[in-house]
């Protein structure tokens, strides 16, 4: 074992020995410029150019074994302006021998100083593309076979002091730069290999720097040159893209104040050939503004498609932006894109199509937005559409750090938690939204099935939204709203809306409206137009279903009206069409419930200043004792109609009301009293009167009982005025009324109005002043009941209504109705009181027959005479009756 390790290592002493021995023979005794004819003759054959070796061509030992050459250059083909296409100053290529016997070429280092590269295009000719010169043809059967693949491989390479330039003539592009310098180095264990016969390039850690510009590292492999294939890693540490962009002078306009580009590292795994590009795990830095990390695959280049994923780093897109100088005055004091970040789980698309999954975007510490699906379509003309979801942040934040409606948006907390979900789909001219969802303080939840907005231009917009039921009071305090006006009104704490809509710049119509407060009330609007918003007129109808009018006044910290029965407002609803405007409003086929009345008709409001309106207004029924206390009796009214027009001031007073109006009740009773049966008690007292009286004496005594008789229907009709509890069932029927109105500033002045029924006929005249209140009526009634005595039906029962319309007070002059009924009494009792008088005359003259049995000349003249003064006495007891 010792003898074959001793003669392993004589063996191995003198193969270094003979290689020192060979290299200082190569170098003593072969000159290296003797080579420059074979070297510029095998150039020009293989490229068709002139390669001139100006300068020396000397031998290099250390550290390697080598050669320096000095002024080369490779000229250009005839036509074009410059003489060379390369020339360089110097070159130091170091190789290692022993592979050269293999045809393993192994260069240890490769320097080149002051090279000049000038590629050249005009005329649609290039001068780097190499056409050798046509080769004679060998002779058969000569010496010799094809060449032998060779090998390459490189550990350093430098390239000092040199320039580069392209300049294409035809399209007048020129580009340059000067003063390059490019180091090219390995790693422990890298190489640069290029094996010919595999036809594979490989650049195993490699380490590159440019002008400090662009340093990094390679790990990468490239083969079948033709139809190259690539796989490996590549690494930017530092990319000064701008300061390396001016050096060729490209885009220097472009990117003025560009700062994005200053400093660029990035690194990652590239693969693919000439028609496809794979980038797995690229991560990247600009300028430490932007972050992240990408895997990218691109397919046919020549028709590319793209799929691939982003993940951004959070980064300020304040700073961001101001380095690639994008609207920096416009974001002043917007903090909000201090702290951004864009991440995807995938996109995918071509050179007219993008489509994002999961596409994740966050704005300061709650903003957080978060794309199912986003396609962009036909970049020409793009269409976007996807879906989209900002989970509960707080919207005041978010639009402080906007700078938006920071003044306007204090104390309104409801936009302290505020969510956003829904579909969309764009273009350049519209836009769609659908199954949109939105969250406002937890209270507000709104659902917009679709949202459709046409020609942006002059846009459209239509759809639907609904509001399930919330506390409107507690989102208008959320937005500081009114908050005093509305307090004690909890009406508002339950709230719901749902409807259409459909709006233009100046218009707007919704369909299908429902809203409700809590239990207590309901609306809906069939439709609701609203045309010219600078001059709006308002079109619709609206219904409002049965509600307590009660309650809803209560709820709204009202009170209710005083009426004599309460619970008639708890029965109340409303269905309209209308029209308004402005100054106007005209509510048409309107039908209102009030209990068990029923009104319907039109009500016109032509002016609003002054207030001026007109109607034609019916009631089915309603009882006047529902709304004011009649000492306890009932006075249904059936069939009212009211028709005219009036106006008064917008102030409201009372002094400006002017108008005709014309009144028809249909009918009117009075529940709780019989004015036929107190007709008939005072028709039975008189008809007692006067019979079986023989004489004046005893009739006028029997007129004292008629008096009586009016004093105890007097008695009885007070007593009907005393408040208390009514008979019910005793009922009076006072028919048809009627009444012309003129209102002169405030004083209702009737015409005339009358009453016309069954047990009544009344009519009469006088006025109202709305301004002091004052009542003043004058009424004359007859009575019409069946089967009394005709003198009732001559009686007139003439009253006077005076007071206040606060205090009004009604009398009866009785001392009329009295001297009408001794009238009657007279008349109807004419023949009977002159056969009285008459036969007292015969008494007094001694002819108690009469003279009827002597029919003499002095018989008839006394007779005569006794009639004559019969007649008399009677009219003189008529006149004294006021007859």
Same mark, same amino acid.
């Given at each position: ?12 002493? @003198? ?16 000159? /290296? ?72 070429? #192994? ?326 939204? @659908?199954?949109?969802?939105?969250? *406002? ?76 407060? =809590?239990?207590?009330?309901? *609306?809906?609007?069939?439709?609701? *137009? ?193 408040? =208390? ?41 006088? @006025? ?57 009494? #007279? ?29 003499? /000349? ?26």
């Amino acid at each position: 074992m010792k003898k074959f390790l001793k003669y392993a290592l004589i063996s191995l002493i @003198s193969l270094i020995v003979l290689a020192v021995i060979g290299v200082t023979l190569l170098v003593t005794l072969v000159n /290296p410029n003797r080579f420059k004819p074979f070297i510029e003759k095998a150039v020009y054959e293989s490229t068709g150019r002139k390669l001139t070796l100006t300068g020396d061509i000397s031998w290099k030992i250390y550290p390697n074994l080598g050669v320096t050459v000095r002024d080369v250059s490779l000229s250009n083909p005839d036509g074009f302006k410059t003489p060379n296409l390369v020339a360089l100053h110097s070159a130091d290529v170091s190789v290692a021998l022993i592979p050269l016997l293999s045809n393993h070429v #192994v260069v240890k280092t490769l320097a080149i100083d002051g090279l000049d590269l000038a590629l050249i295009k005009q005329n649609g000719v290039n001068n780097w593309t190499f056409t050798p010169p046509v080769a004679e043809s060998s002779p058969s059967g000569a010496a010799g076979g094809a060449p032998q693949a060779f090998q390459l491989e490189m550990k350093d390479f430098s390239l000092h002091n040199s320039s580069i330039h392209f300049d294409d003539f035809d399209s007048k592009q020129h580009y340059g730069v000067d003063n390059t310098n490019l180091v090219v180095d390995t790693e422990f264990g890298g190489v640069i290999k290029f094996d010919q016969a595999a036809d594979k390039l490989e650049l195993n850690k490699v380490k590159f720097n440019y002008n400090d510009l662009a340093v990094g590292k390679l790990d990468f492999n490239l083969q079948q040159l033709a139809n190259p294939q690539y796989a490996g890693e590549v690494e930017f540490s530092k990319l000064q893209l701008n300061a390396l962009l001016d050096q060729f002078k490209i885009a220097q306009a472009a990117r003025k104040d560009l700062h994005l580009l200053d400093n660029i590292s990035f690194k990652g795994n590239l693969s693919g050939d000439k028609n496809n590009l794979t980038v797995k795990d690229l991560s990247f830095n600009f300028a430490d503004k932007l972050k992240g990390k990408t895997s990218v695959v691109v397919k046919d280049f020549a028709k590319p498609s793209y799929s691939g994923s982003l993940d951004l780093e959070k980064f300020n897109l304040n700073q961001l932006l101001d380095s690639l100088n994008i609207a920096v005055a416009a974001r002043k004091n917007k903090p909000l894109l201090n702290n951004f970040a864009i991440s995807s789980n995938g996109f995918s698309g071509d050179m007219q199509n993008i489509s994002l999954k999961g596409l994740q975007i966050s704005a300061g510490d709650s903003l957080k937005a978060s794309f199912g699906t986003l396609k962009v379509q036909n970049f020409s003309n793009p269409s976007v559409s996807g879906d989209v979801s900002l989970p509960t942040f707080n919207l005041n934040q978010t639009l402080d750090g906007l700078g938006i409606a920071v003044a306007e948006r204090k104390n309104k907390s409801l936009l302290n938690s505020f969510a956003f979900s829904g579909g969309f789909n764009a273009t350049p001219t519209a836009a769609n939204l @659908s199954n949109v969802k939105i969250s *406002a303080g937890g209270l507000v939840n709104a659902t917009l099935g679709k949202l459709a907005v046409q020609n942006f231009s002059k846009p459209s917009v239509s759809g639907d939204i609904n509001l399930p039921t919330f506390n409107l009071n507690k989102t208008l305090d959320g937005l500081g709203i009114a908050v005093a006006e509305r307090k004690n009104k909890p009406l508002l704490n339950s709230f719901a809306f749902s409807g259409g809509f459909n709006a233009t710049p100046t218009a707007a119509n919704l369909s299908n409206v429902k809203t409700s407060f =809590g239990n207590n009330l309901s *609306a809906s609007l069939g439709k609701l *137009a609203i045309q010219d918003f600078a001059n709006p007129k308002v079109a619709g109808d609206i219904n409002l279903p049965t509600f307590s009018l009660n309650n809803v006044m209560r709820q709204l910290g009202m009170t209710p009206p005083a009426l004599s029965n309460p619970k008639l407002l708890d029965t109340f609803a409303l269905n309209s069409g209308f029209v308004a405007s402005k100054n106007s409003l005209n509510l048409t086929g309107m039908h209102f419930k009030l209990a068990k009345s029923n009104i319907s008709g039109n009500l016109n409001l032509s002016s609003f200043a002054p207030v001026v309106f007109s109607e034609n207004l019916t009631i089915d029924q309603v009882d006047v004792a529902d709304f004011s206390d009649v000492s306890g009796y009932r006075v249904p009214m059936q069939q009212l109609k009211l028709s005219g027009n009036s106006s008064i001031a917008s102030n409201l007073n009372f002094a400006s009301l002017n108008g005709k109006q014309n009144i028809q009740i249909g009918n009117i009773r009075v529940e709780g009293v019989s004015l036929d049966k107190l007709v008939m008690q005072l028709n039975n007292t008189i008809n007692s009167s006067g019979q079986g009286n023989d004489n004046v004496v005893k009739l006028l005594l029997n007129s004292a009982q008629v008096a009586q008789a009016v004093n105890n229907m007097k008695n009885e009709v007070q007593k009907y005025s005393k408040p =208390g509890k009514r008979d019910l069932s005793q009922v009076t029927n006072l028919g048809i009324f009627n009444a012309n109105v003129v209102i002169v500033n405030g004083v209702i002045n009737p015409s005339q109005f009358k009453l016309a029924g069954p047990s009544v006929a009344l009519n009469g005249n006088g @006025s109202l002043n709305l301004v002091s209140k004052a009542l003043n009526y004058q009424v004359n009634s007859q009575l019409l009941t069946n089967g009394i005595n005709p003198i009732f039906k001559k009686l007139v029962f003439p009253s006077t209504i005076s007071g206040t319309i606060n205090n009004p007070s009604a009398s009866l002059d009785w001392a009329s109705i009295q001297q009408q009924l001794l009238k009657y009494m #007279v008349e109807n009792n004419k023949g009977q009181i002159q056969n009285v008088v008459k036969q007292q005359i015969n008494n007094i003259i001694g002819n108690p027959q009469g003279n009827q049995q002597q029919n003499t /000349p002095q018989n008839t003249q006394q007779n005569q005479a006794v009639d004559a003064v019969s007649k008399g006495v009677t009219n003189a007891l008529g006149k004294l009756f006021g007859g």
